[in-house]
């Protein structure tokens, strides 16, 4: 499994997922124009995450 999305497929994801709440089991880099873009998606919801968002989320996995 090759953990890169691109752009365009994470906001497919959020439009389909719409509203409904997201563990984000695993974030995937996203890539525009084949260039990643320093951004993470959700590969089950499309939420965008920056990189300090990305480690924000895995400080707050490991403290639960």
Request: charged share 35%; hydrophobic share 35%; aromatic share 8%.
């Amino acid at each position: 499994l090759r953990n890169e999305m691109k752009k365009k497929r994470a906001q497919e994801l959020q439009d389909a997922w719409g509203d409904a709440p997201c563990e984000h089991p695993q974030l995937a880099k996203v890539y525009d124009l084949g260039a990643h873009t320093g951004s993470f998606a959700c590969v089950k919801c499309g939420k965008i995450f920056s990189f300090r968002e990305k480690a924000e989320l895995a400080a707050s996995r490991r403290e639960a």
